[in-house]
């Protein structure tokens, strides 16, 4: 099962620069667990306490995974998981 | 009632239209999905934003915060600095807005044109950074009156008085609400009162997805989540890049004949993600999703002109929402 990560600039350290990862996984924990296999230390970043850190936000398909259970939130083949750091809103 | 005092007074009751091309409309189970655009553009200013900055002022005023003569300052990349500055112009205060460099020259020049002060922040961090730098400038002048519209309960309550009870009023069969994702006033306010008034009514969020100039610097540990945000008020939230944001929006003008900003856009395509999920599921819908600015300020941006991968190249690395 193949699912696109989409990685931020500042944690490309542990891609080797690479934008975009293929991981797999039927829920964002099982998927996140296998990106740490593969590129260590990236889970210690995006998780802390068993939860997503505060100012990291995680979409799969463009839709925000804390209102989809969080870490429990479930994926497919083909899904698109966006991983971005918080930032304040644009035109405010 | 269409006559006012005088222009302060006249902020909010905006117009809510059906949007009968755009929405799915009647389905052969006899379920009927409809968009519906709430026109924030017609505001005094021109944005949704007039009723946050006017309710903050009115309370600061209220609470003795803000007296005869003071200075405002306020981070805004645009909309609230200009609300605030209208305001302040007809009520005899100074302000000073802290905005991000990389926003457009037209919202410069119309905060300049009712009489703000503009002190930029850098691009890289966007909004972010204009709020690290507004609270360094407040710091260094403890006379100057910061509203701050991130943590300003007043914010939220514009649109819980004022919004919210409009939308029900002139929609009572409302069933999504659909607003951006800024500050997150819009959508506290209004979610607070259906909460109460109207419980089933879902509230989604659109989140702009900027181009990775804007997130590139970004430390994880050093995010940016306004306090007045209170995940339980969402029921969903979509993250919408620049590509949909601007083929929306141009859909909106080409098949509805509104001209928006481009943050409708991106507040568009999660409304019409509710309305398929409806379709989809057999449901009826009423969906109310708000047009928070007309497309003016955006001109420069060349969001509007060419195809559509143009626009979103030339948006990279703006902050278009």
Redesign the interface.
């Known amino acids: 099962m193949a699912i696109e990560v989409r990685i931020?600039?500042?944690?490309r350290t542990y891609t080797d620069g690479a934008k975009a990862v293929d991981g797999s996984g039927d829920t964002l924990q099982a998927l996140i667990d296998d990106l740490e296999g593969n590129h260590p230390g990236i889970k210690e970043?995006l998780v802390e306490s068993g939860d997503l850190?505060?100012?990291?936000?995680v979409?799969i398909n463009?839709?925000?995974v804390?209102?989809?259970g969080g870490l429990d939130a479930e994926l497919s083949d083909g899904d698109q998981v966006?991983v971005?750091?918080?930032?304040?809103?644009?035109?405010? | 009632m269409t006559r006012f005092d005088s222009l302060l007074e006249s902020v909010g009751g905006t117009p809510l239209v059906g949007l009968p091309r755009l929405s799915p409309g009647l389905q052969p189970n006899g379920a009927e999905v409809r968009i519906w655009a709430k026109l924030e553009d017609r505001n005094p200013t021109g944005s949704i934003k007039d009723r946050p900055a006017l309710k903050m002022i009115e309370q600061a005023e209220k609470d003795g915060t803000l007296r005869p003569g003071c200075t405002i300052l306020e981070p805004t990349s645009g909309n609230t600095g200009i609300s605030l500055a209208m305001a302040a112009k007809l009520k005899g205060y100074r302000i000073v807005c802290v905005m991000p460099e990389n926003t457009s020259e037209e919202r410069r020049q119309l905060l300049r044109m009712w009489g703000a002060e503009i002190v930029s922040s850098p691009a890289a961090g966007g909004s972010n950074e204009a709020v690290r730098v507004a609270k360094k400038i407040a710091g260094e002048h403890p006379d100057w009156v910061m509203l701050y519209q991130y943590g300003n309960d007043a914010n939220a309550l514009a649109h819980e008085e004022g919004t919210g009870p409009e939308l029900l009023e002139d929609l009572p069969s409302i069933t999504h609400f659909v607003a951006g994702l800024g500050t997150t006033g819009t959508l506290m306010g209004v979610s607070r009162f259906f909460r109460r008034a109207k419980p089933d009514v879902r509230i989604v969020a659109a989140e702009p997805r900027y181009g990775e100039l804007v997130y590139g610097l970004r430390n994880l540990d050093e995010g940016f989540v306004p306090e007045l945000y209170d995940e339980s008020l969402i029921d969903s939230r979509f993250s919408v890049g620049p590509r949909d944001a601007v083929r929306r929006v141009r859909e909106l003008l080409e098949l509805e004949g509104i001209f928006a900003g481009i943050s409708t856009g991106a507040i568009l395509h999660a409304a019409l993600g509710q309305a398929a999920k409806a379709v989809k599921a057999g449901e009826s819908a009423d969906i109310a999703f708000v047009v928070c600015d007309g497309g003016w300020k955006y001109l420069s941006t060349g969001a509007y002109e060419g195809t559509v991968d143009e626009a979103e190249d030339r948006l990279d690395g703006q902050l278009w929402a």
């Open positions: 931020p600039t500042i944690l970043r850190r505060r100012f990291v936000n979409y463009d839709e925000d804390r209102f989809m966006v971005l750091p918080a930032v304040a809103g644009g035109a405010r």
